[in-house]
């Protein structure tokens, strides 16, 4: 039987309560740095033969982004390599995954310093680590590390609660072997906004059925990945996922592309060949850029949705298949619709399930995650020790539109990695990435003067004006949304039940 103090049994009832997992998980590591006074507190998660950060304090949020590959972090490996908690000695030569990371010293080296990680075990299995940091040498008695075992009962109840609520979340528990043995690391989506988790819930939702899904937002948000996401998250997650990009397709090759031909269907058909449609049977079936799929296929891509029959080219027999099929398309396809350049009867078919990806501005500090990410890739491609963002170019890509989304800030931290490599002295130096290196034109906001107050007699009280500015906002993004109200409620940032209650009393429903 383990004896808590007073702050463990707080801090207990705290971590098993209904909080999100991301609070839980940043309570905890806050609750950390108080408890041994210390600058920085990581709780990092093992992902194959690298360790992602989930939840720090001390450290730039952009580290949030970051993983640290154990091959070129000594420290955390030997860290993992045994059950007890390790203390490095203050003068230790080896490097710190986190030189130039942390806030309290972001233009220095940590040659010298208090280093202390413990390995976190769930059922038997190394799940992920700890780590401590003191910029001051001596802050970690000899009896530190025995204080953070007593930890260890907290923390490890706080991931497996966390781990608990995702596996309930996603409906598939029995992926879990497969998702912790670390294969779906590829293709992680990256950020933590209140907007992006409340997305993945309704996404979690939404991959367990078999509805056609039809992904809707700006070039360069990520609707690949969320198509895998929904993919990996469903029962047919061991099954193909087939990409087809509808863009590229040729109007003479597009239909024996998506449902295959027989030999002598034209001239070059040299033998059967199935196409894209029986590749992904049993699977998933990703169409992107659907808008510009020629319009005489659409009625065979109607038939396979509706029937699940698709037609070789020149073959009498139809053959059946079971694919799920994820759309996406940077058009606003009700309106392709309108013109006659997309089929309606397609349109409903796929919308039967319309997501909105959120552009990458709506995603508050998220830039910043994205960021640490692509320079954490740049930085090993390069070769170089450390490469981080000043504070004044983290403003920038914070104040900045990006028209471009995650494609447009993965190009422009590459170009500035490139540039402040260019000026270095050596690889082995702390490397900032400087405002002006992005590229970037941000236009500050100008403060708006108000204008004097008219004496004219309002027509309307404060409350119906209130009330007809709602009721208009309201009615414009359901039909934004062709009248789904959970994807209007993400995009109004309220409650789904709250939007109801709220329709009701403006006379919407």
Known sequence: MVDLTPLQNALLADVIGELPTAIRLQRLVVSLREEFACSAVVLLRLDGESLRPQAAVGLAHEALGRSFLLARHPRLAQILAQREPLQFAADSELADPYDGLLEESPDEPLPVHDCLGMSLYLDGRLWSAITLDALTPGSFARATAQRLQRWALIIET???????????????????????????????????????RQLLDELTVVADSDLPVLLQGETGVGKELFARWLHAHSPRARKPLVYVNCAALPETLAESELFGHIKGAFSGAGQDRPGRFEAANGGTLFLDEIGELPLSIQAKLLRALQGGEIQRLGADQPRHVDVRVIAATNRR????????????????????????IPPLRERGRDVLVLAGHFLELNRARLGLRCLRLSPEAERTLQAYAWPGNIRELEHVISRAALKVLSQAESRTALLSIEAPWLGLEVTPSEPRVAAAPQAVAPQESLQQATDRYQRDLIRSVLEQHQGKWAAAARTLQ??????????????LV
């Not at 396809?333 to 909105?356: K, M, N, T």
């Not at 309220?494 to 006379?507: T, Y």
């Open 158 to 196: 706080a991931l497996r609660v966390s781990r608990l609520e995702g596996e309930v979340r996603s409906l598939r528990l029995a992926r879990r072997e497969t998702v912790e043995s670390g294969n779906e690391t590829e293709g992680a989506i990256l950020g933590d906004s209140p907007m992006l």
């Open 333 to 356: 396809l009700w309106e392709e619709v309108r013109e006659g350049r997309f089929r309606a009867d397609l349109y409903h078919r796929l919308s039967v399930y319309p997501v909105h």
């Open 494 to 507: 309220i409650d789904p039940s709250n939007l109801r209650k709220l329709a009701r009393r403006l006379a």
